[in-house]
Structure formats: C-alpha cells, structure tokens
C-alpha cells in the first residue's frame, strides 16, 4: 500500500505543469532597474513604475506598447521566442533597456 502511495505521488507530481517563471523591473529615477535581464522563454516581465511620474514602455521592434503607468502600476509581457529585446520609455525615450531571452530547458 505504501509502495502504491507513493508512485502515485511521484506520477502526480510529475504531470503537474512547470510553475512559469516572473522577472521584475523596477522604473525608478528615470531608470530601468535592471536595465538589462537575461531569462528564458516563457517568463513573464513586469515592469513596475515607482516614480512620481508617468512612463510607457515599448518593444522597439512594436511586439507591444503599455499604456503610461502611474506611481505604482505594472504592465507584463511573456517572452515566448528566444532573441535580444530592446525597449524604451515612451515618454522619455532616453530611458532605454534590454532583455536577452535564452532558449532555457
């Protein structure tokens, strides 16, 4: 019974799907913070604006664009293709980052 127990909680844990990994930027004194990830395919980036002011983000290559961001708002995009990712402030373009997404598993 003990034997049976336990392979079906090896065959449960198992099948259970892959928790989906999450990546945090900060936006902070007209900042990126990182400015720079690296993550693999399928993870979830959330940029949160901690500034006073608004800020946008944009994919340079147009894969999206959020709406400006208040204090404390978050806008996330998942990452699906391997590939170097630049983005910018749409508000201040000179506020500028990258995501460089690996193949992963």
């Known amino acids: 019974m003990k034997n049976s127990i336990a392979a079906a909680l090896v065959l449960m844990f198992l099948s259970m799907p892959a928790l989906a990994e999450e990546k945090e930027i900060e936006i902070k004194n007209y900042m990126f913070a990182p400015q720079n ?5 399928g ?3 959330t940029w949160v604006n901690t ?3 608004p800020h946008g983000i944009a994919d340079k ?8 961001l208040d204090t404390n708002e978050r806008y996330s995009f998942t990452y699906s293709a391997p590939g170097v990712y630049p983005y ?4 201040h373009p000179y506020m500028t980052g990258t ?4 193949k992963g598993n």
């Open 37 to 41: 990830v690296t993550i693999t395919a």
């Open 43 to 45: 993870t979830k980036v």
């Open 51 to 53: 500034d006073q002011i």
């Open 61 to 68: 290559d147009k894969k999206f664009r959020s709406a400006a």
């Open 88 to 91: 910018f402030c749409t508000l």
């Open 99 to 102: 995501v460089t997404v690996t």
